[in-house]
Structure formats: C-alpha cells, structure tokens
C-alpha cells in the first residue's frame, strides 16, 4: 500500500492506481452490520436456509456491507484524509458473493477530473474493484468525490 495522506484534485492523474490494505470480514462483522440495520433477510442470517434453498451453502455478507468495509479501506488508504468534500454518486455492480471470513481489498484507478465553477474544489472519478483472497473482483464500482484543490481560495 502506498502510504499517503490527503491528496489533492491535481494529484489525481487518470490512469493512476491506488491498492489499500486488506480487511478480513469477520461473524462480529457480519452480525453487528445485520442486526443493527435491519438486514433480516434469511439470505444472511438463516444457515439452514441458505444450504437448502440457495446455491451458496452458508450465510453471504450484505453487498452493503462489503461496500461499507471497501469504503473503509479506501479511507484509510489515506488518500482522503482531510482532501476529500464529498461523496457525489455511486454506481455499483455486485459480481459475487462474499462470505464471513472472506479478506478483501480494494484497487482504486483514476477514470477522470473535472474542474468546478469553484476554484477551490475539483470533481474526481475513480473505479474501484473489490477483490477477495482468492483475487477474485466480488465488486466493482465508479465513484465521484468532490476534492479540494492545492491552491484554492
């Protein structure tokens, strides 16, 4: 992982990558996410279920969770700290499941920048690929952030 701390609009060059670290999605993980936001699907929580009725033979990771914890990757990759604005939209494309136990990260790329009508922030878009320990893409998804610039007001 590149260790880096709040880069700018500027510094975002399309084409550049990023790689965080790795975080291993743990039942406390899984358990906390489900029940304190009212993921009671079966699907989750009902291991019996799930090797009768599904083709995944144990309970899957929420893919809002899996997004939750990549996000947490890509904050403490560092490159947001204290450059990042906001979060603008999110276009996001499950590819497969994620399982209690599972270790992901994430590889971010630079798609694009734009500049605002502000000269102090800058809009950048990157995509972003979930890859488990098996190196497999479990998601992908494009982002806008909204950045702030070297030399704004």
Same mark, same amino acid.
């Given at each position: 992982?590149?260790?880096?701390?709040?880069?700018?609009?500027?510094?975002?060059?399309?084409?550049?990558?990023?790689?965080?670290?790795?975080?291993?999605?743990?039942?406390?993980?899984?358990?906390?996410?489900?029940?304190?936001?009212?993921?009671?699907?079966?699907?989750?929580?009902?291991?019996?279920?799930?090797?009768? =009725?599904?083709?995944?033979? %144990?309970?899957?990771?929420? &893919?809002?969770? $899996? *997004? /939750?914890?990549?996000?947490?990757?890509?904050?403490?990759?560092?490159?947001?700290?204290?450059?990042?604005?906001?979060?603008?939209?999110?276009?996001?494309?499950?590819?497969?499941?994620?399982?209690?136990?599972?270790?992901?990260?994430?590889?971010?790329?630079?798609? =694009?920048?734009?500049?605002? %009508?502000?000269?102090?922030? &800058?809009?950048? $878009? *990157? /995509?972003?690929?979930?890859?488990?320990?098996?190196?497999?893409?479990?998601?992908?998804?494009?982002?806008?952030?909204?950045?702030?610039?070297?030399?704004?007001?």
């Amino acid at each position: 992982m590149m260790n880096v701390r709040g880069l700018y609009f500027e510094d975002f060059t399309p084409g550049r990558t990023y790689t965080t670290d790795r975080r291993t999605i743990g039942e406390a993980d899984h358990v906390n996410f489900t029940t304190s936001f009212g993921f009671f699907e079966p699907l989750f929580m009902d291991r019996e279920y799930v090797a009768q =009725a599904t083709p995944y033979g %144990k309970p899957i990771v929420p &893919g809002a969770l $899996t *997004f /939750s914890v990549a996000e947490g990757l890509t904050i403490l990759s560092g490159i947001l700290h204290g450059t990042g604005i906001a979060l603008l939209g999110v276009e996001l494309e499950v590819v497969k499941p994620v399982f209690i136990g599972d270790t992901v990260r994430v590889a971010i790329e630079v798609l =694009a920048r734009r500049e605002t %009508k502000k000269s102090n922030r &800058g809009i950048v $878009t *990157f /995509s972003h690929q979930v890859i488990n320990q098996n190196n497999e893409t479990v998601m992908r998804y494009t982002v806008k952030r909204m950045m702030k610039r070297k030399n704004g007001d």
